[in-house]
């Protein structure tokens, strides 16, 4: 069979068949890797034992035990996830050598669902950044164009994606960092409602904004990762104890009647023509399958950046205060430690140990938690952050989503916007307000720019209707002229 | 009164609540266990590693709030408290910070025989660090403390003297232990205080410069410590010094405080609350039922000590000082029906041994029961009370019940009339010298017969009896 062009179902339906083993699709994704990800740059880390575990996979199938959904599936994870006995950085020198004794949450279902963990996807360092250049392994290319970017932070898992070197992926989504790549490498990547999907074991970046989702191939089997990796879980808190659907059996693409949202302050210029002329098609598309094009408003959508970097870097500042070289990860080496001050301990471990970006958000968020300054920053932007996220509530009462585009450009040149932080901060402008309001996010392929750039399209439901926001995906991605186009790498 | 100034102290109190697991994670609290041996990914703050709120904690903490009289906060935040140091795991400690759970309570404690209301101001759950041992060149750290659930009891200024502040302090430690929410155990961290002390002229009501001591872990140190800092403060103001606001700590071989660092090293927390814990609602039905179950306190169970069992005040403050104690008591009383006897016996004898083998009450050899059964036969004439003294020791080191031991050494108290009139009448022909000087007017000489006659019996015979025998044949 074509693995490369296979759905996890199709995958999953040839194997039950006895058509094709385990082991033989890992091995193929192996030799995908093997022969396209110096290039690329995506897998950071293998599993060793992958193979051994694909046979097992086969071992269970012939002694007809019962097999979950994702069985024998070669799935390849962000190494912002630990990952039991797999060594786990999020990109950064302070985790260099770091082994989990434990694997996340997310990736304990995925194993538990039968998937097959190939290995650790390049990121940000710590997911901060929207390029994939913030890491100790140099940054992850783009599959559709070595000389751009893959989108960041989880890049990694966007090109490990698009160029097939697994057959499914998982990212995390603090600000955009999966519907982005998924924009920029031409996947489907679902952030979920905040509280879906657990945090144990996901590197906390910013954790009231934090969540792991699926970056995949198609939305069916976006839909039932998802699914998969889902629910409540008793060593998250903040887990919601929400039913979790059959999102891949309910998938339904008669979406006639529903009220799509534009919103208007995404539609107000500054857009590239070709992201432009992708919203209007998906519009056209859309209205012709029956669904109402309605306009809405978020009008914080202004504030939605600057609210986002206060919070995520307050948070970050505090959440990365725990790598301080005692414990485990990088210590600086020193001639005399006994004669060390502990602040120099640790001005020296940590300076050597994160990278520029990761210090710049440190530093912005210790200032904003700062006495004297906590008011005007942190507490404001989280005030403000609520009003947004009424607002969103207030769209969703005359809407079902809300559809717009990703990201203002498709993806740019390695490097070209390195030395500008801010016009990189501001790119996130479309995706950061989904996280703020804690609703869910997808991003689906449906242009290409005249660089030959892929161009994704945003959709955003309410607070756990990943359901309708997943079947209009679905019902897209017939209409989509992107559906399936994989990059010649 | 201090040379012409008096003293405002306020303490905070760092309570371990006595929960099986730490508040954030599923290790145990176990003091006893080896290094590092209750050490989770969430204790030792792995990368990823999230904390979940134990829910007794919380029962606790209110138990605690309403046995101090406070208002219980419905709505629960958690705050991060931001700040380096090896032996905070996370780099941050999750405490409360403007929400605690429990506000505007006061505590009545007892110095020089008058009732004093002490107000408490807040108290809040947080967590412990670790501990860091410090090894000439190097430090160790053991994190079997980090995550242990604490409650920080905040007094307001109420307090005028050391002896005040040891006073409040083991009135605190005695309510949370009554309720079983502390076990109070100081040599093993179990409370810990921080004393605010200032000093100002007397008669002035502004507040003088205010310094912390930190960390003092017995009440004799909490008391020796505030004297010293009053004591400093008011030569440095003598010496028209001013005093700075600071933290110091207290040397107990030395008996000084000693600078640990001024409020302007003073650290920026950074305070925020924690985005891994959602809000902890707490109900009206959830206090409710607290409240129900929450055992009674020591001051009401003294009211009911000298109501009930007719006890003198004295008795009845002895016998509530521990919970353990005085339900000792009651269970013993409910046998022995002899409250005054069981007092008696409990605050001579018993504690006597409790002291000499450094046991508590609930793991005495003698049991409520043992020591009832032992007061019943002395209240039915059987044994003496003299006799009965040597077989509570005995019951002490043998564990047998005192039926028992009078049994095996043929102890019981001699009744028969006619055994003790023939003795009487020995000793009384052996000492006819004496006999005539009681008769001439030196009746103090009863005393010596009657030592005789317990002597030659071993002291078995009833003293009444002998007493009576003895009256009896003098006259003639």
Known sequence: MDLLRASIADIGQQLRKKQISSLEITQYFLQRIAAHNSKINAFVTSNDNAEREASDVDQKLARGELLGPLSGIPVGIKDMLCTKGIRTTAASHILKNFVPPYDATVVSRLKRSGAVILGKLNQDEFAMGSSNENSIFGATKNPWNLDFVPGGSSGGSAAAQASRLCAATIGTDTGGSIRQPASFCNVVGVKPTYGRVSRFGVIAYASSLDQAGPIASCVEDAALILEVISGFDQFDSTTSNQKVPEFSKNLNKNIKGLRIGLMKEYMMGGLHPDVEKTIALAVEDLKRMGCEIVEVSVPLTAQAVPMYYLIAASEASSNLSRYDGVKYGHRASFENLSKTSLEEFYMRTRGQGFGVEVKRRIMLGTYCLSSGYYDAYYKKACQVRRLMAEQFQNCFNSCDLILGPVSTAPAFRIGEKLSDPLSMYLNDVFTVSANLAGVPGLSIPYGISIDNLPIGIQLMANHFDEQKMLNVGYALQETSPMTWRIPNV | MYRGYEAVIGLEIHAQLSTKSKIFSEDATAFDAGDNENLSLVSAGLPGALPVLNRKVVEFSIQAGLALGCEIRRKNTFARKNYFYPDLPKG????????????????????GGQEKTIRIIRAHMEEDAGKSTHFGEYTLVNYNRAGVPLL???????????????????????????????????????????????????????LGTKVEIKNVNSFRFVEKAIEYEIERQVDALERKEKIIQ??????????????????????????????????????????????????????????????????????????????????????????????????????????????????????SPVSPAGLAGLLKLIDQGIIS????????????????????????????????????????????????????????GRTKLLGFFVGAVMKATKGQASPDLVNQILLDKLKR
Not at chain 2, 190 to 195: F, G, P, T
């Open chain 2, 92 to 111: 941050y400690q999750i405490s409360q910070y403007d929400e605690p759970i429990c506000e505007n309570g006061r505590v009545i404690i007892f110095v």
């Open chain 2, 152 to 206: 920080e009891i905040v007094s307001a200024p109420d307090l005028r003297t050391p002896e005040e502040a040891a006073e409040y302090a083991k009135t605190i430690r005695q309510i949370l232990k009554y309720i079983g929410v502390c076990d109070g155990n100081l040599e093993e961290g179990s409370l810990r205080c921080d004393c605010n002390v200032s000093v100002r002229p007397v008669g002035t009501a502004e």
């Open chain 2, 246 to 363: 600071e933290t110091r700590l207290y040397d107990s071989d030395k008996n000084r405080t000693v600078p640990m660092r001024t409020k302007e090293d003073a650290q920026d927390y950074r305070y925020f609350p924690d985005p891994d814990l959602l809000p902890v609602i707490i109900t009206d039905e959830m206090i409710k039922e607290i409240h129900l179950h929450l055992p009674e306190l020591p001051s009401a169970r003294k009211k009911r000590f000298i109501e009930h069992y007719g006890l003198p005040e004295y008795d009845a403050i002895m016998l509530t000082a521990e919970k353990e104690y005085a339900d000792y008591f009651e269970a013993t009383t409910k046998i022995s029906s002899n409250p005054k006897s069981t007092a008696n016996w409990m605050m001579t004898e018993l504690t006597r041994e409790l002291n000499q083998a450094n046991i508590e009450v609930d793991k």
């Open chain 2, 385 to 440: 009370g003299k006799i009965a003294k040597t077989v509570f020791n005995d019951m002490w080191s043998t564990g047998k019940s005192a039926e028992e031991i009078i049994k095996d050494k043929n102890l019981t108290q001699i009744s028969d009339r006619a055994a003790i009139e023939k003795i009487v009448d020995e000793i009384l022909s052996q000492n006819s010298k004496s006999v005539l000087e009681y008769k001439s």
